[in-house]
């Protein structure tokens, strides 16, 4: 955690990047409960708003990705459940950088057929609906998986929290 604290340019971004990817590699020490706090920890809580994006580290959202991408079958689901909606509370695409990892994020999550799945289209679904369609635009693949979680949600009368420009954009 400390290192997702290290002030933006005293350290040159590839090295930090190398020293999250060395602490990573040591899984008997950075294991997935270890990681799944750190990550819960970083994230900011719920109606923070902009303060609680202000505190969010840059390198946050690509340590979510590699911490996810190490363990998948501990931390997709529950990493996904307690980050993606709480930063779409703090409006996530209001920081370039956030947004772009929080894009990657789900891109990888909504394409693989884990446990994260549901989570990453339930926050999906909580974007308001000009930020969803830069994610479909970014990842076009989401669309149809998305659209059909989004058809069971319907179906079982359980939209609260989806905002309905976004089911109007998937077409219901």
């Not at 509370?89 to 990657?104: E, H, I, P």
């Not at 000009?130 to 069971?152: C, D, G, M, S, T």
Request: include cysteine; hydrophobic fraction near 50%; charge should be positive.
């Amino acid at each position: 955690m400390k290192l997702h604290r290290v002030p933006a340019g005293a350290v040159p971004v590839k090295r930090l990047n190398e020293a999250l990817n060395v602490c990573l590699s040591l899984r008997d020490v950075f294991g997935p409960l270890a990681l799944r706090d750190a990550l819960d920890r970083m994230t900011p809580p719920q109606g923070s708003g902009a303060e609680g994006l202000a505190g969010v580290p840059k390198a946050f959202l690509r340590t979510c990705i590699l911490a996810v991408k190490t363990h998948p079958a501990q931390l997709a689901g529950p990493v996904a459940r307690r980050v993606l909606p709480r930063l779409v509370d703090v409006g996530v695409w209001r920081d370039a950088d956030l947004w772009k990892g929080f894009l990657m994020y789900c891109k990888i999550l909504g394409a693989g057929a884990g446990a994260g799945d549901d989570a990453c289209f339930a926050a999906a679904l909580m974007l308001p609906a000009p930020q969803l369609q830069k994610l479909l635009a970014f990842a076009p693949k989401l669309k149809l998986p998305l659209k059909r979680h989004a058809e069971k949600l319907v179906k079982a009368r359980d939209t609260d929290g989806v905002v309905a420009g976004c089911l109007k954009l998937l077409g219901l």
